[in-house]
């Protein structure tokens, strides 16, 4: 049984300005899956891997961020 395929945004079909590759936009949810090692890191590594064309926002690395700090308990301080 092969898994279904796996939608890593809601916009995946967004135009791309990379040689008109249908671009692979990554979100936050994929994000964690893979830096806290979840079950399905692996499904979004390899679609990920598979795509002609990678995007991803500042905005989303920005929140990937502050939630695996915030579950390791970070307090960071900006001062």
């Avoid at 945004?9 to 990379?18: Q, R, V």
């Avoid at 590594?45 to 579950?71: G, K, N, Q």
């Amino acid at each position: 049984m092969t898994a279904p395929p796996i939608t890593l945004s809601a916009m995946t079909s967004a135009a791309c300005p990379i040689d008109g590759a249908a671009p692979v936009l990554i979100g936050t949810s994929a994000m964690l899956a893979i830096v806290l090692l979840e079950e399905e890191a692996s499904r979004f590594l390899d679609a990920i891997a598979a795509a002609e064309a990678r995007l991803i926002s500042p905005a989303v690395m920005l929140e990937t961020w502050i939630v695996t700090e915030a579950r390791r308990g970070g307090r960071r301080r900006w001062a």
